[in-house]
């Protein structure tokens, strides 16, 4: 039986990889829409030259989710056990494979609803993306001096209110729910702070690529240092909330909450779990603590090399240990699964981004946006 329950782990691992690439490069995509949701919710001055770019991200967003999906459809068809709460008998009483704590959440981790819920993060964040897409398109072909501004700023506002609770559900259903009688009131913040981080991180270098290529001339080194402040803010927010969550657990030593960090502190995973902190706090504070930092392309190129390092290496550890056991590594699965969402992304962005002007006609920030210094 040991030995089937290996096999079973072993045989996870290039679906528990396609997993966590599907989560590392959602983040990308819907950090970026959450992000571009504020600027038009907050009337943000400032960003109204890089809308473009923001939107030409945020088109992305629906692709890892199908992904996800695929993965939760051929979970429910026993192709994979991924999700442990998934496998036969688990909630039956007169089974032999019968697990009381996760029978008293069935009314939640179950195939149907689970299903409706991925779909239901899949119409709401993709649909965002293409409305507030569409309409900034719609704005440019109206006469001068004519805008859709509150148009937006009302869509924008109602998405961040559904992503409020969806943000969560969907860190609970799709990473939480692997180690299914563990569970964590942080981890759906824990969650969105390294999606966003990340997305801050791509954003910056993307903007700094358009930048060097002549593409964006109204954007000036004043820009770059708001993306570059966002990058080190927000990598010190999901260190204090990755500190919150293990102190509180470490400290309250409560056998169902430490059986989480025991593999990852404790076994195999513990060199990894130590590196990815390092990269996540201690890379981008010493990079761009500094003013200049967040200004010169070397420093922002080195910072979000260890950022995006840092934050997949995160999704790996927060993934592996519940889906493969110790039956872990890096080869074909991972570095395919990099390669083929990396190339989609950079697909979607970058026939966005030639599909519209990159700066936008009727915005009524936009004059704001151009004489931006600080």
Do not use: C
Request: hydrophobic share 55%; aromatic share 18%.
């Amino acid at each position: 039986d040991g030995h089937g329950a290996s096999h079973d782990l072993s045989a996870n691992r290039p679906w528990a990889a396609f997993l966590v690439n599907s989560i590392f490069f959602l983040g990308i995509g819907i950090g970026t829409l959450f992000f571009l949701a504020i600027q038009y919710a907050a009337q943000v001055g400032w960003s109204a030259g890089l809308i473009r770019v923001f939107e030409a991200v945020s088109m992305y967003v629906g692709i890892p989710i199908l992904g996800i999906l695929f993965l939760v459809v051929t979970g429910g068809m026993h192709m994979h056990h991924l999700w442990h709460w998934m496998a036969e008998g688990i909630m039956d009483p007169a089974s032999a494979n019968y697990d009381p704590i996760i029978a008293g959440k069935e009314g939640y981790l179950n195939m149907p609803f689970f299903t409706i819920r991925t779909l239901a993060y899949l119409v709401i964040w993709a649909g965002a993306a293409y409305l507030l897409r569409r309409n900034s398109l719609r704005e440019d072909a109206l006469p001068a001096g004519q805008n859709l501004f509150f148009t937006q700023r009302k869509l924008a506002a109602t998405f961040i209110v559904l992503y409020a609770v969806t943000s969560s559900m969907s860190a609970w259903d799709w990473v939480m729910s692997i180690d299914t009688h563990w569970f964590s009131t942080l981890f759906g913040w824990y969650t969105f702070a390294g999606m966003f981080v990340t997305a801050m991180t791509v954003l910056n270098l993307l903007v700094m690529y358009l930048r060097i290529n002549n593409h964006l001339p109204w954007i000036n080194a004043n820009h770059q240092h708001d993306l570059g402040k966002f990058m080190f803010a927000f990598s010190v927010f999901w260190t204090y909330l990755w500190f919150s969550q293990y102190m509180l657990i470490w400290y309250s030593n409560i056998p169902e909450e430490v059986t989480y960090y025991l593999p990852r502190f404790k076994g195999e995973y513990k060199p990894l779990f130590v590196a990815m902190v390092a990269m996540n706090f201690i890379f981008p504070i010493l990079v761009l603590m500094s003013r200049d930092a967040k200004r010169i392309f070397g420093f922002i190129g080195l910072a979000a090399f260890f950022v995006l390092a840092g934050h997949w290496l995160d999704h790996y550890i927060m993934i592996m240990p519940g889906a493969v056991g110790y039956d872990y590594g890096f080869g074909f699965a991972e570095l395919g699964g990099i390669l083929f969402y990396a190339g989609l992304f950079l697909w979607v962005t970058l026939s966005q981004l030639a599909k519209a002007p990159l700066k936008l006609k009727n915005h009524p920030m936009l004059t704001e946006s151009e004489h931006f210094h600080q």
